[in-house]
């Protein structure tokens, strides 16, 4: 079993930067890999960025490649998300999850665990 716990979001001008944090209970972080999710009002939630556990492999939206960068520091039971040059279109709750399974890390179903969520808003 896995608490995530997010922190970090706030509202920022386009142009800006925010970091986020999540913050993991137990003694198996480091078997997890991580994802960031983000579900802006009326839509869908969608991938953003995913971590293996060691941290080697990151992946990411195309949407979102270049500006940001997902990181994790298992001694911190910790996964990060760094967004630089915010747009308006990043506006969203940002969740992080965990998940043990070897594939499909860009889809919800694969994650067991899910943070609260954080709001994240981008003034243009």
């Known amino acids: 079993q896995v608490q995530l716990v997010e922190s970090g979001g706030g509202l920022v001008q386009a142009g800006g930067s925010l970091r986020l944090s999540c913050a993991a209970s137990g003694r198996t972080f480091n078997k997890y890999v991580m994802g960031w999710f983000r579900q802006a009002p009326g839509k869908e939630r969608e991938f953003v960025s995913t971590i293996s556990t060691l941290g080697a492999n990151t992946y990411y939206a195309d949407s979102v490649k270049g500006r940001f960068t997902i990181s994790r520091d298992n001694a911190k039971n910790t996964v990060y998300l760094q967004m630089n040059n915010l747009k308006s279109d990043d506006t969203a709750t940002y969740y992080c999850?965990?998940?043990?399974?070897?594939?499909?890390?860009?889809?919800?179903?694969?994650?067991?665990?899910w943070g609260q969520g954080t709001q994240v808003t981008v003034s243009s």
């Open positions: 999850a965990a998940s043990r399974a070897p594939s499909g890390l860009t889809i919800k179903a694969t994650y067991a665990y």
